[in-house]
Each structure stands twice: as C-alpha cells, then as structure tokens.
C-alpha cells in the first residue's frame, strides 16, 4: 500500500523554529508538495521538491531525499497565525498522476 | 496564480436527496481536477480524478454510482452525491493543476461542506 507518516502533533513557541518530518512509501514518486490548512479552510500550497534538497520559500523551507523516502517542511520565525495542520503530499506516477496526502501534522504555536 | 472557485460552499439537506458540487478553474485550463473528501482531523482523501471529455478514475473503495464526476469542460468538473445519507456529511474539496502534465502544484478550491440531515 501507499503511506505518508507524520508526527500527529508539534508544539512549539513564537519565535522558534520547527521541523515537521515525512517519510513516505509510494508506487512511483514524481514529488513532495507540503500544504497547510487552518480549521474550516481548504489547503494551500506552501512548497513543493521534485528534486533533492532544499527549497526556500521566505520563512517556510522544505527538503526532500528521495535515496531516505523523506522529506520535511521547516517553519522559522513561528507566529501564531501559523498554527494549523501541515500535510505533506506525494504526487505519484502509477498511470495518471496523482496526489496521496500525509496523515497531516497539527501545530500549536504557544505565546 | 491559480484560482480554482468551488460552490456551494455550504449544504445541509434531508437524506435521500442529491447534491452537486460545481468546481471551476478561473484563470486556467485544467484536464484533470481531483476530488478529496475530508473528515474532521483527519487527512484527505482522494476518492477520484477526473478527466476532461473521459470517465473519472475512482480510487478503490469510492462508489461510482454513488459519486457521479462529470468533467465536461477544461474549467469545469461537478461532483453529484447521489441519495446521500448521513454518513455522507463531510468535508468535499476539489483541487486543480495548471498544465495537464502534473508539473505545476495543485491548488484548492474552498471547500464544500456537506450536511445531510
């Protein structure tokens, strides 16, 4: 089968930074898109690797090892409008491509 | 960037009824557009990829008479639940990619959120 494993929880302090792991098993890799979602709300993209390494997006980075099946989205300069579930997604390559999410990560931003 | 619009928003209907999901790429053609069903703290779920002028391609596990996609135009695919009962309310989303190759993230609509009473 096809997973995607988070941590189901992070917690953590304004200012801080803070890494949210995934390590994933899929039929065919393409890339690893990270989207964040507040309660209520649809997904947004945040970052997305194809390729090793890290990509930097202002204060949110995301890295990626095919070679470890792993990835990971950092988060600097934490606020608390960042509190939210943070799921990382695998776009696959059996047949027609397609997109399978992580089991999503929920962040608390404390005072 | 990309606008995918979703509508409604919000349903609340008896059992038995049918409800359709409209899901529009606004500033962009999309050959594909998928739908995800989300249940409170929970992932999502893709439940179906839908094709442009083809039939949709249901995940395993997703009924097909119970979940209709018409995909009719590069800008537009509808998700009907039909007869939906209660353990059908959740959280519906459809998302879109620029481009029909997959090289461009998927963005989201907003949502729909589905009550059935």
């Known amino acids: 089968g096809q997973s995607l494993e988070q941590p189901s929880e992070v917690t953590a302090v304004e200012g801080a930074i803070v890494q949210i792991n995934c390590t994933y098993q899929?039929?065919?890799?393409?890339?690893l898109s990270w989207y964040q979602q507040h309660d209520g709300g649809a997904p947004t993209f945040l970052s997305y690797?194809?390729?090793?390494g890290l990509e930097e997006t202002g204060r949110f980075s995301s890295f990626l090892s095919r070679s470890d099946s792993y990835g990971y989205l950092l988060l600097q300069e934490l606020q608390m409008k960042d509190s939210a579930s943070y799921f990382c997604?695998?776009?696959?390559?059996?047949?027609?491509?397609?997109?399978?999410f992580g089991t999503g990560t929920r962040l608390k931003v404390l005072a | 960037g990309a606008v995918v619009s979703q509508h409604p928003s919000w349903v609340i209907c008896k059992s038995g009824t049918s409800v359709k999901i409209e899901c529009r790429s606004l500033?962009?053609?999309?050959?594909?557009m998928f739908w995800y069903r989300q249940f409170p703290k929970q992932s999502l779920m893709l439940m179906a990829t839908?094709?442009?002028?083809?039939?949709?391609?249901?995940e395993q596990g997703v009924e097909k008479d119970k979940f209709l996609i018409n995909h009719a135009s590069l800008t537009l695919s509808t998700l009907t639940v039909t007869s939906a009962h209660p353990e059908d309310s959740s959280f519906y989303i459809c998302?879109?990619?620029?481009?029909?190759?997959?090289?461009?993230?998927?963005?989201f609509g907003d949502g729909t959120r589905l009550s059935i009473l």
């Open positions: 998302s879109a990619a620029p481009g029909g190759s997959g090289n461009q993230p998927q963005h």
């Open positions: 899929t039929s065919g890799f393409y890339g």
């Open positions: 690797n194809a390729l090793d």
């Open positions: 997604a695998v776009r696959t390559t059996s047949g027609t491509y397609k997109y399978i």
């Open positions: 500033d962009f053609q999309a050959t594909t």
């Open positions: 839908s094709n442009e002028g083809s039939k949709a391609t249901y």
